[in-house]
């Protein structure tokens, strides 16, 4: 066998889609922007997070704790859950990469739906395992359908409940009858990272499933509705044998020392993340209607954005998305998530939803 003459990364590395982000730039001359293109807090962090990292900058040659006490003391006080069972990751995104690492074999089947979140399928490449993307109904994650896809060789099932992009739901009936439906040996990952803004009486994150199953962990972030996307803070609740091989695969300080104390910060300040729902609620059935009123179809989100579709060529997403982003506005084009005459917008403020929905009613005339 002839030696490759370089290093090769693996079989399939290649193939990965690289994850590309939500843009943050408008072009030059534009007086204003507005980045509503990553569901980040129109709010901003908690003044309390911010007064943490300003603390932490004056000792930053101390490596942080290694196992981020504080941070899941402080989360498993607010959400009453054992600081045990707690992980802390650089984002739930680590998390996510984590379980794949740990639980998918080469060759093993790993799960997500149709318009899921497309990180997961990142994770499942990157463990060389076979990512298998199932059909939605509705824009909607479907039980029937992920039940139907499961085989000897699934380990993990991904599922993004609010979705995002979509900002659709599975109601929490539906959740336990997927749980139900799985094999015993098949990880279930619910990724609540928009939990937090979720109003429904028949929606739950998924802490009861965790506590009371083996094979169900929830990730969760404080990206979203805590406002610190920038510091990249990420947790896991999970049962404890799934604790104890996450610990065993994390980079020794995955969290650092600033995340640490703004998470403790703002998990604590809950007037904050009350603030944040309650824009979010105010304006999210702001724009629904007002986007609905010109004529443009919005998929019914519960998250922190809303995924416009638009009507035709003359009117497609690429040329809303010029238009806006001419104007200061940055959305996010999701083609990649199966959507190309689409745009998802967050929730911003005001000003922003207001600059908006006036730019695309007057793109819609032209
Ligand atoms: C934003 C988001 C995350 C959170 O990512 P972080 O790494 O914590 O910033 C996870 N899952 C979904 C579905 C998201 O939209």
Excluded at 64 to 93: M, Y
Excluded at 230 to 243: C, K, N, S, T
Excluded at 306 to 316: A, K
């Amino acid at each position: 066998m002839t030696q490759p003459v370089r290093p090769e990364p693996k079989p399939g590395v290649m193939d990965i889609a690289a994850y590309v982000p939500g843009k943050s730039e408008a072009p030059a001359g534009v007086a204003k922007v507005f980045k509503l293109s990553s569901n980040e807090n129109p709010l901003g962090a908690s003044p309390k997070a911010v007064e943490a990292v300003r603390n932490v900058a004056a000792a930053l040659e101390f490596y942080p704790d290694g196992a981020a006490s504080r941070l899941r003391e402080a989360i498993g006080e607010v959400h009453g859950l054992n600081p045990a069972n707690l992980i802390c990751t650089n984002g739930s995104d680590e998390a996510l990469g984590l379980l794949a690492q740990a639980y998918l074999r080469p060759g093993d089947e790993a799960i997500f739906t149709e318009h899921g979140f497309l990180v997961y399928k990142i994770y499942i490449q990157a463990a060389s395992a076979v990512p298998v993307s199932v059909r939605e109904k509705d824009e909607t994650a479907d039980v029937d359908a992920i039940l139907a896809a499961v085989t000897e060789k699934t380990k993990i099932v991904f599922l993004a409940n609010p979705n995002n992009p979509t900002g659709t739901y599975v109601p929490f009936e539906e959740v336990r009858r997927l749980h139900a439906g799985l094999p015993k040996n098949v990880l279930l990952v619910l990724d609540a990272a928009y939990a937090e803004y979720v109003r429904r009486n028949d929606y739950e994150a998924g802490i009861e499933l965790v506590s009371s199953f083996e094979n169900v962990v929830m990730t969760r972030t404080f990206s979203k509705a805590h406002g610190l996307g920038g510091l990249r803070i990420g947790w896991l609740y999970g049962p404890a044998h799934v604790i104890a091989a996450l610990n065993r695969t994390r980079g020794p300080f995955n969290v650092n020392a600033a995340a640490i104390e703004a998470g403790v910060a703002a998990v604590r300040d809950r007037e904050h993340v009350a603030k944040s729902v309650e824009h979010n609620e105010q304006w999210l059935s702001w724009l629904t209607r007002e986007l609905t009123k010109l004529g443009l179809r919005v998929t019914p989100s519960i998250g922190n954005f809303v995924l416009i579709h638009f009507p035709d060529e003359r009117h497609s997403a690429a040329l809303a998305d010029d238009y806006l982003t001419a104007r200061g506005y940055i959305l996010r084009r999701v083609a990649g998530y199966g959507f190309p005459n689409a745009l998802r917008m967050t929730v911003g403020t005001e000003e922003a939803n207001r600059g908006v929905v006036a730019a695309l009613a007057d793109f819609l005339k032209d």
